[in-house]
């Protein structure tokens, strides 16, 4: 767990069709939405990994807020972060504007564009273990990287019916090697899930040990072995990945 001050990139994934249930959700909010292009905001540490982005998740309990960032942009969040938001002065107003409110659960299967990722459309998933109380309650999915993002992401395709998702959500979205690490190979994720055992989202234990290890490994001797920063370390692509994604306009810095 963090202690300190974090200083997270707050990834804009931007909302390309609402799910069925999130249009119904929504539908009392159509005039405050109206000309707004809405962004589901997600708060990573690890912006070297985006091209990997598979899915995103929110937590199908949590309540969200879609909040008004200007003229033409909304972000949606919890209403925690958007309060954070607010106070780095990243909205153009200086009061909180709240559009819409939503939950979790209707977001699931809504369709986004995660950027730099592979994946040119990705899909809103739910995982169980987000918390309201950390980021903006929205996780970028990086399976590859990500021991809990794996595990979470294997659990949906298992069981589909059971986590109320569309096969077509999950299937096709594999992880994509990012990053060549001496000791775990270029798919560390995936690698430590197996070598722990890790069998459902549920293994906690295991999935800390994994994300410690993964973390270390990936930093301190992981190159990047995809994108324009291929033989590049880690340590010197991530700077420069963010850097990429904040001029082009595609992620902010999120402090907490
Ligand atoms: B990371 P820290 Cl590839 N609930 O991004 C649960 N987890 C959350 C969260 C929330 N509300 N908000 C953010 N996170 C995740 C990428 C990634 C991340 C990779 C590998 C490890 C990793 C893709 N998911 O995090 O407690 C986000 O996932 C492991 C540390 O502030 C964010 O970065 O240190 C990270 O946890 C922030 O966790």
Not at 190 to 207: F, T
């Amino acid at each position: 767990e963090a202690v300190g001050p974090q200083d997270y990139t707050g990834i804009k994934m931007k909302v390309l069709e609402w799910s069925k249930a999130a249009q119904d959700a929504l539908a009392s909010s159509a005039d405050a939405l109206k000309g707004k292009t809405v962004y589901l905001v997600a708060a990573t540490l690890r912006p070297e990994t985006m091209y990997g982005q598979t899915n995103c998740f929110v937590g199908p309990d949590l309540k969200y807020g879609i909040y008004q960032v200007n003229d033409n942009e909304a972000y949606l969040c919890t209403e925690r972060a958007a309060r954070n938001m607010s106070q780095q002065k990243l909205f153009a107003s200086t009061q909180i504007i709240k559009l819409a409110d939503i939950k979790g659960a209707p977001i699931v299967g809504t369709k986004i564009h995660a950027p730099m990722s592979v994946y040119p459309a990705v899909y809103v998933l739910p995982m169980e273990t987000v918390l309201a109380t950390k980021g903006t309650g929205v996780v970028t999915s990086v399976p590859s990287d990500s021991p809990d993002d794996f595990a979470t992401l294997s659990d949906l395709k298992k069981k589909p019916e059971y986590y109320h998702i569309e096969p077509e959500w999950v299937n096709g979205f594999e992880p994509i090697p990012i990053i060549d690490t001496p000791n775990y190979g270029n798919l560390i994720a995936p690698k430590l899930c197996e070598i722990k055992k890790i069998n459902s989202q549920k293994d906690k234990n295991q999935l800390a040990e994994a994300k410690e290890i993964a973390y270390k490994e990936a930093f301190y001797q992981g190159v990047m072995c995809h994108g324009e920063f291929t033989g590049v370390k880690v340590q010197d692509a991530k700077p420069k990945v963010r850097e990429f994604l904040l001029k082009s306009g595609e992620a902010f810095v999120y402090n907490e």
